[in-house]
């Protein structure tokens, strides 16, 4: 299997707390000054990120449980060394991949991301990840993929969730390809510049900010690039509920609850619901992906 490893990049060298919070002083500052370049062309709106004790204590992992503080209570069970990743399907080089080579072949970055959850809840969230594009471009993407499939480990001694027919397991989701290949698609591996914890989706996880947070599967271990659009875990349990798409669309509403607004977690009792933004906030970025579709069908 031909690998190129041209950059040793690794969770040592991402970012380090108090950098990470003097860099959040700084560009609170250039905000002011109207120096906006400086937050990057990746913000969106105003993005002053949830503490670290919000993001990683209030959880949906169901295979730890379905309430919110199950996954930190209960995911220090799941092993994550050694971990692996296979990338297999429509690939050149198909393999499995160790967990450390492909922290070593791709370049961590920070990303600054609202996460908005189908349940109408919210967070800003500082990950630490890399472009899911370059992973695939490390794998080799053949001509007829079309879709990218994922899947979550399956490990049942150390996942006392599964026990629970809750949803058909392992937790799979997936992309469209160019979807999949969005500057904005990330694998995330830190949080706040650390490893990111077993409650968030050690070690390696996907992100889709414009996406319901369903679609950002945690605890990845398989990526396939296939022809045709893969069965996803929450479209399988209700597809009235929840469309392969999952686009955050504040006019498309559940078809149990409004999705028009969302609930800030850390915002307080008594603080005010917040407006859903189109595409959650990345409209600018992705409303091309989807040009000429009709989003309540196709939801
Ligand atoms: N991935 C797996 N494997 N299992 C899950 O239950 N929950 C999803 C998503 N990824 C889930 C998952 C949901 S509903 C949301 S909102 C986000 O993870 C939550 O991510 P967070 O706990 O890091 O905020």
Redesign the pocket.
């Known amino acids: 299997m031909a690998k190129r490893w041209n950059n040793t990049l690794t969770e040592a060298d991402v970012t380090p707390y108090a950098t990470y919070l003097n860099r959040r002083q700084l560009m609170a500052g250039a905000a002011g000054l109207g120096l906006t370049s400086l937050a990057g062309p990746l913000a969106a709106g105003d993005l002053d990120p949830n503490s670290w004790e919000e ?1 990683t204590s209030y ?5 730890f449980g379905t309430n919110k503080g199950d ?1 930190a209570r209960y995911a220090g069970r799941m092993t994550t060394e050694p971990w692996s990743v296979t990338i297999d399907g429509l690939v050149d080089r198909p393999g499995t991949y160790d967990f450390r080579d492909i922290m070593a072949a791709m370049t961590v970055e920070e990303r600054i991301y609202r ?1 908005r ?2 349940e109408a809840w919210s ?1 800003v969230v500082p990950w630490n990840g890399f472009e899911l594009a370059d992973l695939l471009a490390m794998a080799g993407v053949q001509d007829g993929a079309r879709y990218v499939a994922f899947e ?1 480990l399956l490990r049942p001694d150390e996942m006392p969730g599964v026990s629970r027919p809750v949803i058909e397991w392992p ?1 799979v989701e997936g992309l469209r390809l160019d979807e999949a290949l969005h500057p904005l698609t990330i694998m995330a591996t830190g949080l706040y510049g650390k490893p990111i914890p077993n ?3 050690a070690p390696i996880r996907l992100v889709v900010p414009w996406k319901y ?2 679609k ?4 990845v271990v398989r990526i396939s690039l296939v022809k045709d659009q893969p069965p996803t875990s929450w479209n399988k349990y209700s597809a009235r509920e929840y469309g392969f798409y999952s686009n955050v669309n504040p006019h498309v509403d559940h078809p149990r609850w409004s999705q028009a607004s969302e609930r800030r977690i850390g915002g307080g009792l008594l603080a005010r619901r917040e407006p859903t933004l189109m595409f959650n906030g990345y409209e600018a970025e992705v409303a091309a992906l989807y040009e000429g579709m009709d989003l309540a069908k196709y939801h």
Do not use: A, H, R
Not at 59 to 63: D, R, S, V
Not at 216 to 219: A, L, T
């Open positions: 993001i959880n949906n992992f169901y295979e996954p996460l959850c189908v967070m979550t937790y409650q968030n989706g947070g369903f950002s599967i945690k605890s």
